[in-house]
T-cell receptor, first 115, second 113 residues
């Protein structure tokens, strides 16, 4: 049994470049969530999917951010024209939508540094 | 909008002692869930304990227990017999329905040997 995995674990990029992160959820989980965590703060919700449908997006998700989950399996989060303020840990989580427990299982995160 | 507040940025406790982390939240919903998550340094977040709002009985998981006061919108975490491996950031979180988690700012717990 594998947990939630994220790739890459670390990404350093120059301001203005595009970056893409990948998340592989637990295989039977139909819900997938993206959060952003800055240093010393709690995670903040960005967006979530049920299967391939993107059901909610936070106002934090500017036009430079886009997320996809083709075929309802893995998901990608792309940031275009990165800014220094995008530097953060990007966390992915998954859950079983039919479960009454509402537990979300987190991946190790992708730490983005924009120079 | 729901909010979660953790008023203790840092806490420390002697090994084998008991420590309580505080959390308050604000919601107009009656059916929701509360969680405590643990985030060790440079490691991923893991679930410590869960409380359903409709249950009056406080949840317990081994050395971890909660004091859930629904009317006061308070949800504290008690760690008994603290161990060095308990050192981490602890986040209180709220969820209503199978939707997004709303997290507090976190409490950094240090265990003194």
């Amino acid at each position: 049994d594998t947990g939630v995995s994220q790739d890459p674990r670390h990404k350093i990029t120059k301001r203005g470049q595009n970056v893409t992160f990948r998340c592989d959820p637990i295989s039977e989980h139909n819900r997938l969530y993206w959060y952003r965590q800055t240093l010393g703060q709690g995670p903040e919700f960005l967006t979530y999917f049920q299967n391939e449908a993107q059901l909610e997006k936070s106002r934090l998700l500017s036009d430079r951010f886009s997320a996809e989950r083709p075929k309802g399996s893995f998901s990608t989060l792309e940031i275009q024209r990165t800014e220094q303020g995008d530097s953060a840990m990007y966390l992915c989580a998954s859950s079983l939508g039919t479960s009454s427990l509402h537990e979300q299982y987190f991946g190790p995160g992708t730490r983005l540094t924009v120079t | 909008a729901q909010t979660v507040t953790q008023s203790q940025p840092e806490m420390s406790v002697q090994e084998a002692e008991t420590v309580t982390l505080s959390c308050t939240y604000d919601t107009s919903e009656s059916d929701y869930y509360l969680f405590w998550y643990k985030q060790p340094p440079s490691r991923q977040m893991i679930l410590v304990i869960r409380q359903e709002a409709y249950k009056q009985q406080n949840a317990t998981e081994n050395r971890f227990s909660v004091n859930f006061q629904k009317a006061a919108k308070s949800f504290s975490l008690k760690i008994s017999d603290s161990q060095l491996g308990d050192a981490a950031m602890y986040f209180c979180a709220y969820i209503q329905g199978a939707q997004k988690l709303v997290f507090g700012q976190g409490t950094r717990l240090t265990i003194n040997p």
